[in-house]
């Protein structure tokens, strides 16, 4: 069965710095996304960043990237220039593709606090 | 944008009582997907849908059912809820068959159970 883990639960940075949120996880297939989704302080959850297991690049979104590492089955997050709208609990979530359920399995969730 | 909204945002229960929590979308997805979050433990899936009336358990099924009769609309019913199901419930949505397309989320409902 897959696993996630998200080993730090609640991180800090400083405003405008740079932070890294961790992720690893446990899988037998091949072909997968992996996902960080943002929860903000009573909002909805949203999509952050995505990555095909297939694509040996690292995925990016304006200040959002990805250190996808398939070998060694981690997949972190990278912040960079944070802002106090970063702020939030992410989850890291894994999902396969043998099956079009869409099922995802999340991790345990980083809080990440941002200091002005 | 996709829509998925939730009944209620919050809501009080006593033990034994039958709960109904709804979700609708309104972007036609053929799956939907009723998780729970709990701190330390992340998101755990209760139960999906991946057609109108078709469903299947998830990790956490015990103590829930689902219902979908119409494709917007899929429900949660706690049938006796007891203080274990105190938790904050997620509803989520998706195009079916698509791979690797993101799941839209409602706002949750915080359910305590006294």
């Known amino acids: 069965a897959q696993t996630v883990t998200q080993s730090q639960p609640e991180m800090s940075v400083q405003e405008a710095e740079t932070v890294t949120l961790s992720c690893t996880y446990d899988?037998?297939?091949?072909?997968?996304?992996l996902f960080w989704y943002k929860q903000p302080p009573s909002r909805q959850m949203i999509l952050v960043i995505r990555?095909?297991?297939?694509?040996?690049q690292n995925a990016t979104e304006n200040r959002f990237s990805v250190n996808f590492q398939k070998a060694a089955k981690s997949f972190s997050l990278k912040i960079s220039d944070s802002q106090l709208g970063d702020a939030a609990m992410y989850f890291c979530?894994?999902?396969?593709?043998?099956?079009?359920?869409?099922?995802?399995?999340f991790g345990q969730g980083t809080t990440l606090q941002v200091k002005p | 944008d996709v829509k998925v909204t939730q009944s209620s945002r919050y809501l009080v229960k006593r033990t034994g009582e039958k709960v109904f929590l709804e979700c609708v979308q309104d972007?036609?997805?053929?799956?939907m997907f009723w998780y729970r979050q709990d701190p330390g433990l992340g998101l755990r899936l209760i139960y999906f849908?991946?057609?109108?009336?078709?469903?299947e358990k998830g990790d956490i099924p015990e103590g829930y059912s689902v219902s979908r009769e119409k494709k917007e609309r899929f429900s949660l019913i706690l049938e006796s809820a007891s203080t274990n199901q105190t938790s904050m419930y997620l509803c989520?949505?998706?195009?079916?068959?698509?791979?690797?397309?993101?799941?839209?989320f409602g706002p949750g409902t915080r359910l305590l159970v006294l």
């Open positions: 972007m036609d997805h053929e799956n």
């Open positions: 989520a949505s998706r195009t079916g068959g698509a791979r690797g397309e993101t799941q839209y």
């Open positions: 899988t037998s297939e091949s072909d997968y996304y």
């Open positions: 849908s991946y057609d109108v009336k078709m469903k």
């Open positions: 990555q095909e297991a297939y694509k040996q």
């Open positions: 979530a894994w999902g396969g593709t043998s099956s079009n359920t869409g099922k995802l399995i």
